[in-house]
Nanobody, 124 residues
Framework: QVQLVESGGGLVQAGGSLRLSCAAS???????????IAWFRQAPGTEREFVTA????????YYADSVKGRFTISRDNARNTVYLQMNSLKPEDTAVYYC??????????????WGQGTQVTVSS
C-alpha cells in the first residue's frame, strides 16, 4: 500500500517555474521503488490528462507533447519522493496536479494509487 502526498503548488506568473513533490508515506520502505510514478492534471471542466511518468528505476521517462522540453520528472527512491520541475509555465498549465503510482504508462487506468492533488495557477 502506498499513500501519496503532493506539495509545491501555488500561484506563479507566466514564464515562471515551480517544483512539485510527490512524497510516499505509510508502509512504503520496500514498495516505493516497485511503482512507476506519473503526474496527471485536471483543469476545471476538463478531463484528467496525462502529464509525465517515470519508471521504477528512474531510467525511463515519458512526457505529454504539451509539456515536453518544459517539464522534467525525476525520482529519489531513497527519499520515497518524485519531483516535477516545471519551467516556462503557461496559463494553460493551470490545473490541479495529481501524482499516481502504478505501471509505467500514459493511461490513468494503469495507476492504482493517487494523491489528493496540488493546485497550480499560472497568471498571464
Amino acid at each position: 500500500q502506498v499513500q501519496l502526498v503532493e506539495s509545491g503548488g501555488g500561484l506563479v506568473q507566466a514564464g515562471g517555474s515551480l517544483r512539485l513533490s510527490c512524497a510516499a508515506s505509510g508502509r512504503t520502505f520496500s514498495t516505493f521503488s516497485s511503482y512507476a510514478i506519473a503526474w496527471f492534471r485536471q483543469a476545471p471542466g476538463t478531463e484528467r490528462e496525462f502529464v509525465t511518468a517515470i519508471s521504477r528505476s528512474g531510467g525511463g521517462t515519458y512526457y505529454a507533447d504539451s509539456v515536453k522540453g518544459r517539464f522534467t520528472i525525476s525520482r529519489d527512491n531513497a527519499r520515497n519522493t518524485v519531483y516535477l520541475q516545471m519551467n516556462s509555465l503557461k496559463p494553460e498549465d493551470t490545473a490541479v496536479y495529481y501524482c499516481a503510482a502504478g505501471v509505467f504508462s500514459g493511461l490513468a487506468d494503469s495507476y492504482n494509487y493517487w494523491g489528493q492533488g496540488t493546485q497550480v495557477t499560472v497568471s498571464s
